[in-house]
């Protein structure tokens, strides 16, 4: 059964769709099990990244699971430049939706968790959902009405780095109580890092202050040349140099990232027997 992750921050320019790219892939290469990558964000960065073709050229996106009522992560998943990873596609088109939905339209809220059919969650072993810098779209209602985990990226080297999360953490709370969803934090992730400067280090430990240490993945993302390289000639890590530290950080947190959800589900399954 698939376990669904959001990576979701209000801010920009957090490396949350590298992240979210980098990561799929590297689950797939630890697990070497299928993965699925919905692109909720209507800039289509992920798409660009993964996709086989241009966002604008796909022939089903995220938009047909919000309008097609027989549309299902199963039609409209299509098959990635990398191996056992797949994508539903965005492009800017899908930012329409939320102006056309009315206001009081249960799609607002629901329409992913109900186009996620039997077949996908059997289908894939995880399902990452990339969104937009923002809390209040409808993609991110969506998004967290539908995921079991969540996982806040974090830039390492900003000094606004923890502003907002109060009200971020409290908005999740707000959008997710009543629903039936029972979303948790999987960890949150320092990004950018880079161990010679203060400002990291600073970052890092206000970061664990925060959240808690055991709240914060022990795996960092490092500033790195061949990542940003990867970003701009829109490929993964992995295919530019899967021996950078980047490539190789993605894969710790993979594991990592396996490890949690295994121990929550492992608690979760001990919890319902007792």
Do not use: W
């Not at 539908?146 to 707000?174: H, N, Q, R, W």
Request: proline share 4%.
């Amino acid at each position: 059964m698939a376990k669904t992750v959001i990576f979701i921050n209000h801010k920009g320019g957090v490396a949350k769709t590298t992240s979210v790219v980098n990561v799929a892939v590297a689950l797939s290469k630890k697990t070497k099990k299928q993965i699925l990558v919905i692109d909720a964000d209507p800039q289509g960065n992920a798409s660009l990244v993964l996709g086989t073709v241009s966002p604008y050229d796909q022939t089903k996106t995220l938009r047909d699971l919000f309008l097609d009522p027989a549309a299902t992560l199963s039609t409209v998943a299509q098959p990635s430049k990398y191996d056992r990873v797949d994508l539903i596609p965005s492009n800017i088109m899908v930012s329409g939706l939320a102006v056309n939905l009315p206001t009081n339209d249960p799609r607002r809220f629901i329409a992913l968790v109900q186009k996620m059919d039997p077949a996908a969650r059997k289908k894939y072993a995880y399902i990452l959902i990339d969104c937009p810098p923002s809390i209040d779209s409808i993609f991110v209602t969506n998004a967290l009405i539908a995921c079991d985990y969540y996982v806040i990226p974090i830039e390492a080297e900003s000094s606004f780095a923890l502003a907002g999360v109060e009200d971020m953490l409290s908005a999740i709370k707000t959008m997710t109580t009543g629903t039936n969803t029972n979303i948790k934090l999987l960890g949150v992730l320092l990004t950018m890092f880079d161990s010679r400067t203060i400002a990291s280090k600073v970052v890092a430990d206000a970061t664990r202050s925060f959240f808690g240490r055991e709240n914060v993945f022990a795996t960092v993302i490092p500033r790195n040349a061949a990542t940003s390289r990867a970003n701009v000639m829109k490929m993964s890590i992995f295919e530019l140099d899967a021996k950078a530290s980047g490539a190789q950080a993605y894969l710790e947190l993979a594991k990592e990232i396996v490890g949690r959800i295994d121990a929550r589900e492992k608690h979760h399954d001990q919890k319902e027997r007792s």
